[in-house]
């Protein structure tokens, strides 16, 4: 059974610290990872990664995926209060159509 | 206009109640999904579909059952609806395989169960 764990559950900043979040799993012949914001209602997607070791980067965003230990890391720089989100991580199988995602980080930056 | 639509977004039920919750999409994927969402529970999949005549039960089926009623449409019901339904639920949909395992979200319906 696919598993992920994303940690810490929660966390609360000042604008304009950088915060890391991260995301581990367990998944039968892995073949993506993938991160959304959530917002009010929908998630919203972030980033897809396939290859360990290359940064996917949007403006103060970017995230990193390590194969060998199973484990990715989402970055935001320089918070806002625009950044308050929960982030969900999810995990691909090779051969599956289905995801598998985290119980989420719920982020809340304040002024 | 967006492309994964629901109805409806909000909506109160009572107990033994059936009740269906719409998907619409524009997107022309032929992959779609339902899931809900409790708090620090995530989201998890209630039934998918990779076609009209391909219907999958997910992870947590028990008390819904979804209709495929065309390539755009997929609907979920309770046919007796129950307290602990009460939840956030998403429609998504995701392209055919080679495009990416990312899944666009329809904006949810919360429903809650008295």
């Known amino acids: 059974e696919d598993k992920v764990v994303q940690s810490p559950l929660s966390l609360v900043v000042h604008e304009g610290d950088t915060v890391t979040l991260n995301c581990s799993y367990e998944?039968?012949?892995?073949?993506?990872l993938l991160w959304y914001k959530q917002e009010k209602k929908a998630p919203t997607f972030l980033f897809m990664l396939?290859?360990?070791?290359i940064e996917k980067k949007s403006g103060r965003l970017s995230s990193i995926l390590d194969k060998k230990e199973l484990f990715s890391i989402l970055n935001i720089t320089a918070t806002q209060t625009g950044d308050s989100a929960i982030y969900l991580c999810?995990?691909?199988?090779?051969?599956?159509?289905?995801?598998?995602f985290g119980k989420g980080t719920k982020l809340s930056v304040i002024p | 206009d967006a492309d994964v639509t629901q109805t409806p977004r909000n909506r109160i039920t009572k107990t033994g109640k059936r009740i269906m919750l719409e998907c619409s999409q524009t997107?022309?994927?032929?992959?779609m999904y339902w899931y809900r969402q409790d708090p620090g529970l995530g989201l998890r999949l209630i039934y998918y579909?990779?076609?009209?005549?391909?219907?999958n039960k997910g992870e947590i089926s028990d008390g819904y059952s979804v209709s495929r009623q065309a390539q755009a449409k997929f609907s979920l019901s309770l046919e007796s609806a129950i307290p602990n339904q009460t939840a956030l639920y998403f429609c998504?949909?995701?392209?055919?395989?080679?495009?990416?395992?990312?899944?666009?979200f329809g904006p949810g319906t919360r429903l809650t169960v008295l």
């Open positions: 579909s990779f076609d009209v005549k391909d219907i």
């Open positions: 998504a949909t995701r392209g055919t395989s080679g495009s990416g395992d990312e899944q666009f």
């Open positions: 997107k022309g994927h032929d992959r």
């Open positions: 396939t290859s360990s070791g």
């Open positions: 999810a995990v691909a199988g090779a051969g599956s159509y289905q995801l598998t």
């Open positions: 998944v039968t012949n892995f073949r993506s």
